[in-house]
């Protein structure tokens, strides 16, 4: 399967066209001497327009189109362009206005139409009138969510330079092609462009292409291909595409190594074939003298880079990315590399081998080395990289030692900066970092051995992650005024030596209105007394983790009344007091874990009011795995959290957003279960354990149908195992251990499969997982010396009843009864006189 992919010169084509329907829209009114000179539009086309206006399931993004005495000239309508001679509609232009339904066919109407574009809307399918309009140099109909076959009427139209079809990524393969010889005629196209369709079932597709001539850009992406390999000489083989100059195979299921015929594009400028599964070293390159773009990530490619990289005079774009490629990165790759802007190398295995003087002849934009060998000293190459460098990671690179002072130079444009993983030590200098009002600063210094306090200027920075080092003190960091700061969505300072009370001198952010932070995590330092004031009323605030610290006092009210989490975490602290009720207002909630502190009080019954653990709110959940600002770096922050899951602890990440869990283990929390808990239906984990909790399992705790773990051991809950636990299918993990539980463990498949530590400590409990049996439930072993042999049973459920006894214990209780009547009234005179008497007068 082959695909091809959107690039950066179609949106500046894009781009160009509206600057042209500007320019011509600008001169239908101003005439000579700048008068007014009207171009009115023909009635007939105006009438066309209106109906297909009145076809759009919304039409609202066209309230200039309007039959309006005062705006009835079409040609001032809003994507609209007219010939100021002939007065003829000739451009149709509304790329990305939301509009729906089928497209009519009242378009037919504009016979002079040259340009149509209604890419990025939602209309259904590829009419097979669009084939009429002959004219057409430029069709654009992608990012719609079409699906059905393209037509083949579309070869009608020759005279087209620009042609873009397909449907969405959402709805993937449901755009067909049947057969697509008829691209063949289209001999003037210059740009073809084809998204997401389904070219399964017909095996001429690329021939097709290949007889174009004028063909110099082709986009193929997220398309379903028959079975194509890079080493079918046949397909990829011959003549191919003399005037071709930019290439994109992206998202595909190429496979096996590049093809010796690459070398047979000699014009060619950019290569991309990410995303695919090719294998094998990179070829030769010196024959692709003037390409300027080279992307090959997320492959298995292997190998050495070739050195003839180095002879790519032109080349601005090398991306090799996540593959397999080994062994050394020398200056000779890189010797004649004068224009190179953007170099990614990441998450291979190669070693850098540069001579401490090396000078590089490059000015990078962009440099990412994550996982290339490095070290051990701090890279001297970047000394040279101040005038451009926005984006650097040099991430998980074996360097070590400290940071030297010449990188304040270097760090001056830098928006994003990755050093994590790595062995570097000393204190953070103090470096600048750009900002601006389109860059917002992303930093990760984490897992690192760095000490001492975090620097002020770091406040810049909208993303700060330094977890997993050795920082003593912040309160600069937070308390130093800043008119340049702009925004702090992220801080990250888990894992430190930090100490003492968290610093509630954040009133100047307050002041600025800047206090936009969405995660703020300072777990696993020695930070104490209460959370500070200054976060009520970060309503953008959706993750806070401060837990495995010392923190104290009671559960602030605000936290509920002024935040809007999703996750909170006051675990392994010194809290104390009850559960504030207004805790229940966290409608976003999606992870609740106030373990292992001291609280006390009953649990809220209002817990109903977590509409998040109630309600699947879909994509929307994923805000609390990530946040993703794609201006310098394609990658979104993980969010995690270490969370008890079925009796241990785990660091979840990637998928912590699909969780729904409540921990308040390990309190002093008393009174019942509220029965509210079973609204929770998205649940997948409760855990209440060690605690002072009393009474009931809630009876309708069964309707949390996604429940995998439970745990309310160590408490002193009473009653009976509701029978709702035997539905719950998903339980993997239950845990009702040291409670007052009594009577029968519930027959189910579920329940029976626990072992019995499951139910130990309930010494009312019985069943076949334990060691007690429940009464009547002893089996009755037939005596082996039976005289007659005749044994009888009664099935009930799983317990027998042994018949013989049955037969002996009735006539031994006749033989009691008649002797204890009988007896008595043969000893006793009154008592037989008087049963004498009774019988005469009742026989009279």
Not at 12 to 22: D, N, P, Q, S, T
Not at 369 to 387: D, E, H, I, V, Y
Not at 766 to 778: A, F, I, K, N, V
Request: hydrophobic residues 35%; proline residues 5%.
């Amino acid at each position: 399967m082959i695909a091809f992919v959107f690039g950066h010169d179609l949106c500046i084509m894009r781009a160009g066209v509206r600057a042209l329907i500007f320019l011509i829209a600008v001169g239908m009114l101003v005439g000579k001497g700048g008068s007014y000179s009207p171009v009115q539009c023909l009635e007939s086309e105006r009438q066309a327009l209106l109906s297909f206006k009145q076809g759009l399931e919304d039409s609202k993004p066209l309230s200039s189109w309007t039959s309006n005495s005062s705006q009835d000239d079409c040609c001032l309508w809003e994507g609209i362009s007219c010939d100021n001679k002939t007065n003829h509609v000739v451009e149709l232009g509304l790329s990305a206005y939301q509009l729906g339904s089928e497209i009519s066919p009242s378009l037919l109407q504009l016979k002079y139409l040259e340009l149509l574009d209604l890419s990025f809307n939602n209309f259904g399918r590829i009419p097979e009138f669009i084939g009429s309009l002959t004219r057409l140099t430029y069709l654009d109909l992608s990012g719609n969510p079409m699906s059905g076959t393209i037509p083949s009427q579309l070869g009608n139209l020759t005279s087209l330079s620009f042609l873009s079809l397909g449907g969405t990524s959402e709805n993937h393969g449901t755009v067909t092609v049947s057969n697509f010889r008829w691209i063949s005629r289209l001999s003037s196209l210059k740009h073809l462009t084809v998204l997401a369709v389904n070219f399964t079932t017909t095996s001429d597709w690329l021939q097709s292409i290949k007889i174009i001539p004028s063909l110099t850009r082709l986009d193929m992406d997220e398309c379903q291909f028959p079975k194509v390999s890079c080493t079918n000489q046949n397909q990829l083989g011959g003549p191919v595409f003399p005037a071709l100059e930019k290439l994109y195979l992206y998202n595909n299921l190429l496979e096996g190594p590049l093809p010796n015929s690459l070398r047979q594009f000699p014009k060619l400028l950019f290569l991309r074939l990410d995303n695919n599964f090719l294998t094998g070293p990179l070829p030769n390159l010196s024959p692709f003298l003037s390409l300027g773009g080279l992307c090959a990530s997320n492959n298995k490619l292997d190998g050495n880079l070739p050195e003839s990289i180095g002879q790519l005079r032109n080349l601005k774009y090398f991306d090799v990315s996540s593959n397999s490629f080994s062994g050394l990165v020398s200056e000779v790759h890189l010797m004649n590399l004068s224009r190179l802007y953007h170099m990614d190398l990441s998450f291979n295995s190669l070693t850098f081998n540069l001579s401490s003087n090396w000078l590089p002849p490059f000015q990078l934009g962009t440099l990412k080395l994550a996982s290339c060998t490095m070290g051990p000293q701090f890279p001297n190459c970047l000394r040279t990289q101040s005038q451009r460098l926005t984006v650097l990671d040099i991430s998980n690179s074996s360097i070590f030692g400290v940071i030297p002072s010449w990188f304040s130079n270097v760090s001056s444009n830098l928006g994003y900066l990755n050093m994590s993983f790595n062995h570097l030590s000393g204190m953070v200098p103090n470096f600048s970092l750009k900002l601006d009002d389109v860059t917002y600063p992303i930093v990760d210094l984490s897992y690192n051995q760095f000490h001492g306090a975090v620097p002020p200027l770091l406040s810049n920075a909208s993303e700060l992650y330094l977890s997993n080092n050795e920082f003593t003190g912040f309160r600069g960091f937070l308390c130093t005024p800043n008119d340049m700061l702009k925004v702090l969505y992220v801080l990250d300072l888990s894992d430190n030596l930090l100490s003492g009370s968290m610093p509630d001198c954040w009133v100047q952010w307050r002041r600025l209105g800047i206090l936009n932070l969405e995660t703020l995590r300072l777990k696993k330092n020695s930070l104490s007394g209460n959370l500070p004031s200054i976060l009520n009323g970060s309503s953008q605030l959706l993750v806070l983790d401060v837990g495995h610290n010392s923190l104290n006092g009671k559960i602030p009210t605000w936290i509920g009344e002024t935040l809007g989490l999703k996750l909170l975490s006051l675990k392994s602290n010194e809290f104390y007091g009850s559960i504030p009720s207004n805790l229940c207002h966290l409608d976003s909630i999606q992870i609740l874990d106030l373990s292992l502190n001291n609280l006390s009080g009953v649990i809220p019954s209002c817990i109903n009011n977590f509409t998040s653990m109630a309600h699947n709110k879909g994509d929307e959940d994923d805000t609390i795995t990530s946040i993703y600002y794609p201006y310098l770096d394609p990658r979104s922050y993980e969010n995690d959290a270490m969370l008890m899951w079925k009796g241990l602890e785990y660091k979840y990440d990637k998928i912590l957003g699909l969780l729904r869990l409540t921990d308040l283990s390990s309190n002093r929390l008393s009174g019942q279960i509220p029965a509210t808990l079973a609204n929770l239906v998205e649940l997948v984990q409760v855990n209440l354990s060690r605690n002072h909790l009393s009474g009931i399992i809630p009876m309708n705790i069964g309707e949390l149908s996604r429940l995998e773990s439970l745990d309310l051991s160590h408490n002193q809950l009473s009653g009976k195992i509701p029978m709702g636990l035997a539905k719950l299918s998903s339980l993997s993990y239950l845990d009702l251990s040291n409670n007052h539980l009594w009577s029968k463990i519930p027959t189910s498949t579920q329940l029976q499969s626990f072992n019995s530590s499951t139910y130990a400590g309930n010494s009312g409990l019985c069943g076949p997982t334990l060691t007690s049996t429940c009464p009547g439930d002893e089996p009755v072993s037939v005596p082996s010396n039976s005289s007659d042999g005749n044994e009888s049973y009664v099935e009930d459920g799983e317990d027998w009843l042994d018949m013989s006894w049955f037969n002996i214990g009735i006539g031994v209780g006749f033989a009691v009864g008649f002797w204890a009547v009988c007896g008595t009234l043969a000893y006793k005179t009154s008592w037989r006189h008087a049963y004498f008497r009774l019988l005469n007068e009742l026989g009279d």
